[in-house]
């Protein structure tokens, strides 16, 4: 029996990779037993030739189907879109840069094969990542998963194979602000995991800058706990307390002693500590509130221009 498999990868700017990657690509699918596989190439909005050259490439090879995105809507959208149009029995989503080693592929389709419903490829060395994106990403999943119920596997990227069952059930998900490697974890499912060693890109450059980066990390910190929000009904109880400890033993030192100087550092120092952690909280609530804003218009998550694909 063949499986129909399908790849979704997302491209943004990626013109000087895609030789690279469908020379790969093909070869390494071509080496698993009886698979057909259709290739998602999904154009976030790419302002190079990209789009061109996936277009060239399913005009060759009736595998490759082409969804262009009307803007860069970013990765997440990107693969969202991706999943939707995927047809296959198991989804396999790897990167346009193939940092993540395609022939990882066979291994996840065999596992699948035995019965795994989601199949993660872990990355056990990351030494192609810079020492500081290494150390802000393992800081960023140490406190994700001890603020939220959902706990993200570390050292896991998007690369990953989804049975039919995972994929149907993602696409349940409404939300608009798309925290895919949460949304992942959310849905659950029968999971085993490959490693691998993750490679330099070969052309191109990343394109998460750090900014990006610790935006993706407030998006995933938001999305799956509210752990910001409670934290300062904590922080107000305890200030509290201690403002009415501080309270009594200033009457007390005033009724023993008389009235000290007045302490104008004291003060000025309470006022401006507690201004500011009313500003931060007020903060947090505005991450919150921002995002119930923006889910609340209910747009679509991206916006399809058009699919390319030959039909033999
Ligand atoms: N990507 C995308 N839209 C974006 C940014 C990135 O579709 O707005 C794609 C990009 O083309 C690549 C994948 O997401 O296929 C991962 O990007 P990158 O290699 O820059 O990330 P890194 O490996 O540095 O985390
Ligand atoms: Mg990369």
């Given at each position: 029996m063949v499986d129909n498999l399908s790849l979704v990868v997302p491209f943004y700017n990626e013109e000087e990779g895609i030789d690279f990657f469908s020379k790969t690509i093909s070869s390494t699918l071509a080496k698993i037993p009886s698979s057909e596989w259709e290739l998602i190439c999904?154009?976030?909005?790419?302002?190079?030739?990209t789009l061109q050259k996936l277009i060239d490439l399913s005009l060759s090879d009736s595998r490759f189907k082409v969804v262009e995105l009307?803007?860069?809507?970013?990765k997440e959208a990107a693969l969202t879109a991706g999943l939707d149009t995927a047809s296959g029995a198991a989804v396999v989503v790897i990167d346009?840069?193939?940092?993540?080693?395609?022939?990882?592929i066979a291994t996840m389709v065999e596992k699948w094969r035995e019965g795994a419903e989601v199949v993660l490829g872990r990355r056990i060395?990351?030494?192609?990542?810079s020492v500081a994106k290494r150390a802000t990403a393992s800081w960023f999943y140490s406190l994700h998963n001890r603020i939220s119920k959902i706990k993200i596997p570390e050292?896991?990227?998007?690369?990953r194979l989804m049975d039919r069952c995972v994929v149907d059930a993602l696409k349940t998900?409404?939300?608009?602000?798309?925290?895919m490697k949460g949304l992942f974890a959310w849905v659950g499912f029968r999971t085993v995991t490959v490693d691998y060693v993750r490679a330099p890109r070969v052309s191109g450059v990343t394109k998460f800058s750090p900014f990006s980066l610790w935006n993706f990390a407030i998006e995933g910190i938001t999305s799956f706990s509210t752990v910001p929000l409670r934290i300062w009904t904590y922080i107000g109880c305890t200030g509290a307390l201690l403002t009415l400890l501080y309270g009594i033993f200033i009457t007390l030192r005033t009724m023993i002693?008389?009235?000290?100087?007045?302490g104008y550092a004291s003060i000025f120092f309470a006022i401006t500590l507690l201004g500011s952690v009313q500003i931060i909280s007020v903060g947090i609530l505005g991450e919150y509130i921002g995002r119930m804003y923006m889910e609340t218009k209910?747009?679509?998550i991206y916006i399809r221009r058009k699919i390319y694909h030959r039909i033999d």
């Open positions: 999904v154009d976030d909005g790419s302002s190079d030739k009307s803007r860069n809507f970013g346009a840069d193939l940092q993540d080693p395609a022939e990882i060395d990351r030494s192609s990542d050292n896991v990227g998007d690369f998900l409404p939300e608009q602000q798309r925290f002693f008389g009235s000290a100087v007045p209910n747009r679509p």
